[in-house]
């Protein structure tokens, strides 16, 4: 397994499982198997009753720059948003523990999606969220079609997926996409000060309550699944060619 993705249980944080982006070089772009290695994680907090949170990290300065795309481009030719990618969203999306998360700078795509699977989400006022689906000729993905319009309005989340405009950490905020800002140096002291409260919660009480303010998620998983469709329709057309090949001459 990779280790760009460190998947860590803090001594200091019981019953809180850490998936830590650790590819600061690439601004922790995402490869196939670092998505496989989140997955594994998920599933295994799932399963394991000592897991009771799992918190998602970045970097200094960058939580992720979304899909590496090279290793995305070598699965897309063919018509396919990739067997990883969709297990890894469909994960996310079944989740039946809390997930926060802790953003500090670049959040681009699924840096940006993910977090609409978050129950709480701490961010740096330097953060900047963005989606390029359309910029590319894709569209939107980790059923954020659906939940953004619902978390923002309209307008908000067709500015955000459709318009492909920058949301940064104060619109973030009002938009109900994060939860708190804090000092840069800060973000992964309070995501991780969150998770520990929450882990020292009663477990079913919590679930219960995570369930009923959310609702049921069959919807979401089969929007990712709609979305993935389209997506794959997508990929197989010229103008997506046309923008693949700009984005690589940059």
């Known amino acids: 397994m990779t280790n760009h993705v460190l998947v860590e249980r803090p001594e200091a944080c019981p019953g809180v499982q850490v998936i830590?982006?650790?590819r600061p070089e690439k601004k922790n772009a995402i490869?196939?198997?670092?998505?496989?290695?989140?997955?594994t994680a998920l599933t295994v907090a799932q399963a394991d009753p000592a897991i009771r949170v799992t918190a998602f990290l970045g970097t200094e300065g960058c939580f992720s720059a979304g899909n590496d795309m090279s290793d995305f481009l070598a699965v897309a030719m063919g018509g396919s948003m990739g067997r990883e990618v969709l297990d890894f969203l469909r994960a996310l999306a079944s989740a039946s523990?809390?997930?926060?998360s802790g953003v500090d700078g670049l959040a681009i795509g699924i840096g940006t999606t993910i977090h609409l699977?978050?129950?709480?989400t701490v961010a740096s006022a330097r953060s900047v969220f963005k989606t390029p689906f359309v910029d590319l000729a894709l569209v939107p993905e980790a059923a954020s079609s659906?939940?953004?319009?619902?978390?923002?309005?309209h307008q908000r989340a067709f500015a955000l997926l459709a318009a492909g405009e920058p949301l940064e950490a104060p619109d973030a905020l009002s938009a109900g996409l994060i939860w708190k800002i804090v000092d840069e140096g800060k973000v992964e002291e309070e995501t991780l000060s969150l998770a520990t409260r929450l882990a020292g919660k009663p477990p079913e009480a919590l679930r219960i309550a995570r369930d009923l303010i959310r609702g049921d998620h069959r919807d979401i998983l089969a929007r990712i699944e709609e979305e993935?469709?389209?997506?794959?329709?997508?990929?197989?057309s010229?103008?997506?060619?046309?923008?693949?090949?700009?984005?690589m001459r940059r």
């Open 117 to 120: 699977h978050c129950d709480l």
């Open 31 to 39: 490869t196939r198997d670092m998505y496989a290695k989140m997955t």
């Open 97 to 100: 523990k809390p997930i926060v």
């Open 146 to 153: 659906l939940i953004a319009p619902r978390l923002m309005g």
């Open 238 to 247: 010229a103008e997506a060619r046309a923008a693949f090949e700009a984005f």
């Open 20 to 22: 830590r982006f650790n």
């Open 228 to 236: 993935a469709e389209h997506f794959a329709a997508r990929l197989k």
